[in-house]
């Protein structure tokens, strides 16, 4: 196959699971108002000078808010700055989401390709990925875009463990691109990108010798450098203090969100909930689908198994199966952290692809059937697709995030006590925040009453004049590590309080004067900003060297 028919190939079945995107609409769904708010905060960022922010100063009625150190904006940043370009936010969240999804198809079909050497397979392999009701739901009904991009980079994951594992291949890089691709792109699949490489590592552990061992974590060790300068600051923060993600962590019930047998056999999608306590009608589809589900079974019977093909069927059953309610996940609360068990199914996905393509084309007598089999998926990929058409509450291209927030759409609260339009769960403010609604931004005392007291902002400094002692002074600012008071007379640091009840930035005045608020980089931060940076550039500088000596050689 020509590198151009892969590249049209792919492009065609994407538009077959995008063209609901089509018309310039853009459906509002569990998490796409947050996503859309990160482009639009981050386009904000980097007009101010300031591509990589810690902080989106502007969120939450001013209050701010530190997505960007807990949930990685760097694969916005090209959206961002089409948006800066006059593109539409509509346009510019439907542009990544549709070329996340090329990227999704083009990685499982060079990762079939590499696998089984067969081009049908690979095509029909990456059709299962893209169409199945998993991905599809990602998509449409959760909005998850961090998952959505995890999906396009787990292929290259599992294509870097098979140069390093299988063909014991010592000069690549995948697996480090890999890992550090999806350590930017949603946390908790990172882990089980992580889980995915100690299996296979624990599988293959017989053929690992010196040479194997010390590449595979040269790979590793070059993907932690590369992200430390996210990875590391985000555990700093999470360390500082208690937030919601941390209430959410502790006291979620995974057994509510198991899959009880009959989700296994839903074909339909239903823009609804999570959960086995609802109604059928309004739960969400949670399966990987009927094909992904049952055709695998097919390579049982290829008499030509290869042992890469077999683990892959193995561990991809035993990933849709976990979540099912068989499993006591209600008694599993070590393992909360991932929320939800059929997120498991983002590798059962990952892993199934292969064996059900595989098997179909070792098992037909003539090309027709895996070329039928992409018709048929492409049919029930528009089969499930086609209610999205039907849904009204969203976005027209001609909206601006200020639109939102003007309550054009939705009341931006919306049953929460913060702008939810803008942090959907929350996830990362103070556990002990205030209620946000109606809350006056006002620098307040210890029993966190009006002082009266004006302030300025300017390039997101806060600062004000204080003419007596107060005991204690609470910014309307919400607390992540890395602001700083300063005393402006004597250019003196002022502590500031580190009180997990209180959730906005608070200090103790020691004299009148004029004080000065602003988020500065932590020390960890700047530090591994750097190391990544460096590490950046002498990958660079090497890949130059062996460029240019292998034109000399």
Known sequence: MKKYEKYLFTFL????????YFKGFLPIEHDTFFHVSRIEQLSLSIREGNLFPA?????????????????SDVFLILPALLHLMGLSLVRCYQLTVFTATWISALTMFSLALKITKQKETAALASCAYLFSNYHIT?????????EVFSLAVLPVVLYGLYECLYEKNTKTYTLCIGLSALALCHNLTFLFGVILCIVFFIIRIKIVDQAIFLHMFKNVLLAFFLTMFFTIPMIEQIKAQKMILHYYGSSGNLGQYSMDLWQYFANKTVFGLAGNDLEHDRTMLENVGFFLTFVPLSYLFVK???????????LGY???LLPSSLVPWQNLSVFSIIQFPWRLNTLGILLLSIPAAYGV???SQTKMIPFLCIILLSLECIYHVVPVMERTFGMDTDMTWQDVLDGRIVDPYFSAYYVRVELAGGDYLPLYSPDFRGRERKIRDQNDLDTGIDFMEENHCLSFRLNEIIREIRLPLTFYKGYQVYLIENDQRIPVNTYEDIGMVSFYPQKTGTYLCVYE???TRKICLGISFLTIFLCISNGIVQRC???SG
């Open 138 to 146: 990602d998509i449409y009904v959760r909005g998850a875009l961090g």
């Open 521 to 523: 980089n932590t020390k």
């Open 361 to 363: 084309v070792s098992l």
């Open 549 to 551: 000596k292998g034109k």
């Open 304 to 314: 030509d198994k290869k042992t890469i093909v077999t683990t892959l069927c193995i």
């Open 55 to 71: 902080i989106y100063p502007y969120e939450n009625g001013g209050y701010g808010y530190g997505s960007p150190l807990f949930y």
């Open 13 to 20: 079945i994407t538009c077959i699971l995008m063209f609901p």
């Open 318 to 320: 035993i990933m849709i």
